[in-house]
């Protein structure tokens, strides 16, 4: 009891050490905190922007699906067959068969504002073919379709090129590889803030005992620890996180929660300003927890490393 009560004891004074020196170091830790700051300000907003790019980019893959036109020529169990065996594969979540008859009904709805075609359309026999409409589980994944239908079997069946084709395929594609950028330049982004944030602390570190050289001397000379002596700075930096992950949260939630229809339009339809909101609000304790965990686990390593050679280079001499 006793031994666990010394340490109770020795905790706490490096705890109220490590505060003091916060308190009395503040302008020096300045510039420490408000680097910390926009690196979990850019974790911060990485995090909610995959959410939402990845929430997007799903709302666009539940509208693609591909059309395979079928020809008129094409017999009931043949199109059954065609059926079955695309359903099979690993790569369709579903297979809808849309007939010559319910494509002349959706095409006169979809241009009914359109009298000429109507017109055009109502003096000739239907000439719009029947059609799967095939729904994909990811529409990046369409190898196994595309070699499917490429096959002579099915090829044989089909009218005319599939929907995923041209113009619209290149559309797609390019809304996956911009998503993917964006992904691997805030993951860039906040590998090189947190090493300016570390090398800073790391710095602010060695400041603050070149400046306590002559008090850490005489501790060490009454046999301080290496802990009691490390403690305080560490407590120290870990609050620099703690200050530095409130203003993030702040900062992060107050650009949400004041974005305009002008950063609306800037962010090119792929960030959605009211799901970042919702996102933020309902994940709130989560996010504070993970900016506060990582603030203070930046400022604990810097700090670390930064009395850790100190204490080797006393030890040596």
Partial sequence: MKGLKRRLIVLERIIKAGAINFVRNAWLSAAAVAVMVITL????????????????????????????????????????????????????????YISKTDALESYKKQNQGNLDLLLAISQTDNPLPASLKIKPVDPN?????????????????????????????????KISHATNFLQKAGLVGIIIFTLISMLIIFNTIRMAIFNRRD????????????????????????????????????ICSALFGLSSSAFEASSLGLLDINFANNYVVSHYWLILTGQVAVGMLIGAASSYFATRRYLKFKSAK
Avoid: C
């Fill in 41 to 96: 300000t850019i974790l911060l907003f990485s995090v909610i922007a995959r959410a939402t790019f990845n929430n997007t980019i799903s709302q666009i893959n539940e509208k693609i699906d591909v059309s395979v036109y079928l020809k008129d020529t094409v017999s009931e169990q043949q199109k059954d067959t065609l059926i079955i065996h695309t359903k099979q594969l690993k790569s369709v979540k579903s297979v809808t």
């Fill in 141 to 173: 994944q369409l190898n196994e379709l595309k070699v499917f239908l490429e096959e002579p079997a099915n090829k044989a069946l089909q009218s005319d090129q599939t929907s995923y084709s041209g113009d619209r395929k290149v559309a797609i594609d």
């Fill in 215 to 250: 008090e850490l001397n005489i501790m060490r000379l009454l046999g301080a620890s290496t802990w009691y002596i490390r403690g305080p700075f560490i407590v120290e930096t870990m609050l620099y996180g703690l200050v530095a992950a409130g203003i993030s949260l702040l």
